[in-house]
């Protein structure tokens, strides 16, 4: 009895020593019950040299326990009860009963801080105490081993919670008869609980407390407008950055500045496919564009007027994208960054019925088929 009272003064010493040296920390009691279920077989003992198995009766007692919170996750817990009470039932030798006490101090920790369900796992050491053993020449000695609990806090009000938990115990005691040792007792007991607990201290409950508002955020500073760059043809790329600085108006363009879809300046004679002398300066600046953005593909569309059947006119404008892509690939760009494709007379820009329409009809389109990233 003399260590079990040592035992409980060095836990209370030190948690007043936590108390001390941080006040605003919050605290939590609960108090209810436990019903205990000791270890089947819990051992032996050897009387007048026969070996005699031992078990240990379940029983139930009042509990209760004060946690000390260092912070919204940590704890540490005294875990105490009334005396529990079990009847000892040795194989051939009769009943014996004992009373005693467990107090635990466990180390927890809270998972959902924040939330009104609260599961925690903790770890400790318990201090088994016997007494009123009987028959009198009984004697179960103290008992130190480790523990473990689980449980869940579930939240009721700003303060008080809902605690259920089950816990473990290691506990060997030496047993004595008339002074002799006779054997061990292994109660090892599993205990299941329900307290209700109290919350206090340390401001509001973390469950049901309603977070200060931020302060407010500085005012933003003010930033400059950028200054703008210099865009010669307007498609809103900068003139550093634009590798096709003369891209005509309205069209639409890549990163580079470079038209995804244009029309090129390409003459071709009146039902022919040759191309002329001065098409080739048109021709060279595809051939530099390609050389400059390899990641670009363009398929070449040919087109007529509407002179001639459909079906003349669909070869007619074959022919002619064709003569492009030849010379194209003449000039190094792979043809696999190249499709030649005849449309014939069935996509008009301008007019048939004039000279000039049918001469702006009788084009090459250069259409981009990458997505110009």
């Not at 939590?28 to 005699?52: P, Q």
């Not at 003139?239 to 300046?265: E, H, I, N, Y």
């Not at 070869?315 to 003569?323: H, N």
Request: proline content about 6%; charged content about 20%.
């Amino acid at each position: 009895m003399r260590k079990g009272i040592v035992f409980a003064g060095v836990v209370i010493g030190a948690l007043a020593a936590n108390v001390a040296s941080a006040q605003q920390n919050p605290w939590m009691v609960r108090a209810g019950g436990h019903y205990l279920s000791a270890k089947d077989n819990s051992g032996h003992l050897t009387l007048d040299d026969n070996k005699l198995f031992v078990d240990v009766d379940d029983s139930a007692m009042f509990t209760f326990s004060a946690s000390y919170l260092f912070n919204e996750h940590w704890a540490v817990e005294l875990f105490g009860s009334g005396p529990f009470e079990s009847d000892i039932k040795v194989d051939g030798a009769g009943k014996a009963s004992t009373k005693y006490v467990m107090p635990m101090v466990s180390w927890l920790y809270y998972w959902n801080t924040g939330g009104r369900v609260r599961p925690y796992l903790g770890a400790g050491i318990n201090f088994a105490i016997f007494m009123d053993e009987s028959p009198s020449d009984l004697d179960l000695n103290e008992a130190i081993g480790p523990a473990a609990v689980g449980g869940v806090d579930f939240s009721l009000s700003e303060r008080w919670f809902l605690s259920l938990d089950l816990r473990w115990v290691d506990m060997d005691t030496e047993t004595k008869v008339n002074g002799d040792r006779v054997g061990e007792i292994s109660f090892d007991p599993f205990l299941v609980g329900a307290m209700v607990g109290y919350r206090f201290g340390g401001g509001r409950s973390a469950q049901t407390e309603t977070a200060a508002p931020p302060p407010s955020p500085p005012p933003s500073p003010v930033v400059a407008a950028p200054t703008p760059c210099a865009d010669s043809d307007s498609d809103g790329v900068c003139d550093v950055d634009d590798k096709c600085p003369s891209t005509p108006a309205g069209d639409t363009v890549d990163q580079f500045g470079c038209s995804l879809v244009s029309r090129l300046m390409l003459f071709f004679d009146f039902d022919s496919a040759e191309l002329r002398p001065e098409s080739i300066r048109e021709l060279e600046r595809v051939v530099d564009f390609m050389n400059q953005l390899s990641v670009a593909t363009a398929l070449i569309e040919g087109h007529t007027d509407s002179i001639g059947s459909d079906a003349y006119n669909l070869g007619l404008s074959e022919r002619r994208a064709k003569s492009v892509y030849d010379y194209l690939v003449s000039r190094g760009i792979s043809p696999g960054r190249l499709q030649a494709l005849g449309q014939g007379e069935a996509h008009p820009i301008a007019d048939n019925g004039t000279d000039m329409g049918r001469q702006q009809n009788r084009r090459v389109m250069l259409i981009r088929t990458d997505s110009g990233a």
